[in-house]
């Protein structure tokens, strides 16, 4: 997937779109609270599995049932990209999946 930095009309027009994401210090965060530790993991797991596919990945914490996520391309200089945008709307997709209604 070509990857490249959304101006800042790309990003408002992206947050816009994205439930619950803003821009913190740089990066899209948002933070996931589910109702357990299991469905947390199995909420990241299935995570995992779509970053690899798309060779892009979070930065998150867990915290029992918390997951807190930013989301940046280190490799076009630490900016936020389409391939974030996408990671962020396959996250919000998975948690509805799983029953998340944050």
Same mark, same amino acid.
């Given at each position: 997937m070509l990857k490249y930095k959304l101006n800042e009309t790309d990003l408002q027009n992206a947050l816009a779109n994205l439930s619950g994401w803003t821009v913190k210090e740089g990066?899209?965060?948002?933070?996931?609270?589910?109702?357990?530790?299991?469905?947390? $993991?199995?909420? $990241?797991?299935?995570v995992?599995?779509?970053?690899?596919?798309?060779?892009h990945h979070p930065t998150w914490l867990n915290i029992y049932n918390l997951v807190r996520v930013d989301l940046v391309t280190h490799d076009l200089g630490n900016v936020i990209s389409n391939l974030d945008v996408e990671l962020a709307h396959q996250m919000n997709q998975l948690a509805e999946n799983k029953g998340y209604r944050g």
């Amino acid at each position: 997937m070509l990857k490249y930095k959304l101006n800042e009309t790309d990003l408002q027009n992206a947050l816009a779109n994205l439930s619950g994401w803003t821009v913190k210090e740089g990066n899209l965060h948002k933070e996931y609270n589910f109702a357990s530790f299991g469905e947390a $993991m199995g909420w $990241m797991v299935s995570v995992a599995i779509y970053a690899e596919k798309i060779e892009h990945h979070p930065t998150w914490l867990n915290i029992y049932n918390l997951v807190r996520v930013d989301l940046v391309t280190h490799d076009l200089g630490n900016v936020i990209s389409n391939l974030d945008v996408e990671l962020a709307h396959q996250m919000n997709q998975l948690a509805e999946n799983k029953g998340y209604r944050g």
